[in-house]
């Protein structure tokens, strides 16, 4: 079955540490890959995408992710954490121009100031 | 910023009453969508559109159905609430066509408790 997978589900980090989150998927075709916020109290937001083409994506807030194909992975990285990326992150994927979004289970980060 | 609007934002309800969750988008999108999310859960499908007069039940069962009379509008209704229900519901919509689909933009939620 189709499936996106989230490792790590809760991660502390203190400010100015460098991040990286996990996500791989689990189909052999073709896939579009996204990553999504969610901030308390907020709604989802996309953070970055990956359809085609330079798979290192640069998203919004110093975000980035590289999609390795030969590890189905899409990794979330940031440099530098802020007090303001607590949040909980959300990976992605769309199979094969299916209209159905996939969703990992979610990894809660947590910056301490 | 997206224009998709979910109503009501928070709803308490008394067992065996009947409830619909509104979800509209300004966007002119002809995917919508139903997701159901459990706190600090991952987000399961249960509902979606490909457009007007098109549903199709998601990967996670619901005892919801859907509607899709309006290409704005994808409201979901419970018959009969039950305590089970108790989640939160988001709404989302997507446009484009194959290969050129975007991403799906999503409302604020529904957080429903069933007493």
């Known amino acids: 079955a189709q499936s996106v997978s989230q490792h790590n589900h809760h991660v502390i980090l203190s400010e100015a540490a460098s991040l990286e989150l996990g996500c791989n998927y689990s189909?052999?075709?073709?896939?579009?890959l996204f990553w999504y916020v969610q901030y308390p109290g907020q709604h989802l937001q996309l953070l970055l995408k990956y359809f085609s083409g330079d798979p290192l994506v640069k998203g919004i807030k110093g975000f980035e992710a590289e999609f390795i194909k030969s590890k189905f992975s899409f990794n979330l990285r940031k440099p530098s954490v802020q007090w303001s990326d607590t949040a909980e992150y959300f990976c992605a994927a769309r199979m094969d121009s299916s209209y159905k979004l996939i969703f990992g289970s979610g990894t809660r980060l947590l910056v301490r100031p | 910023e997206a224009d998709i609007y979910q109503t009501p934002r928070y709803l308490v309800i008394g067992t065996g009453k009947k409830i619909t969750l509104e979800c509209s988008q300004t966007m002119g999108h002809d995917k919508m969508y139903w997701y159901q999310q459990d706190p600090g859960m991952e987000l399961h499908l249960i509902h979606y559109?490909?457009?007007?007069?098109?549903?199709e039940k998601g990967d996670l069962s619901s005892e919801s159905t859907v509607s899709r009379i309006r290409t704005e509008h994808f409201p979901l209704t419970l018959e009969s609430a039950r305590p089970s229900h108790t989640s939160q519901y988001l709404c989302?919509?997507?446009?484009?066509?194959?290969?050129?689909?975007?991403?799906?933009?999503f409302g604020q939620g529904t957080r429903l408790t069933v007493v």
């Open positions: 989302a919509s997507s446009g484009g066509r194959a290969p050129f689909l975007t991403e799906a933009f």
């Open positions: 559109s490909y457009g007007v007069n098109s549903t």
């Open positions: 189909y052999g075709g073709t896939v579009n």
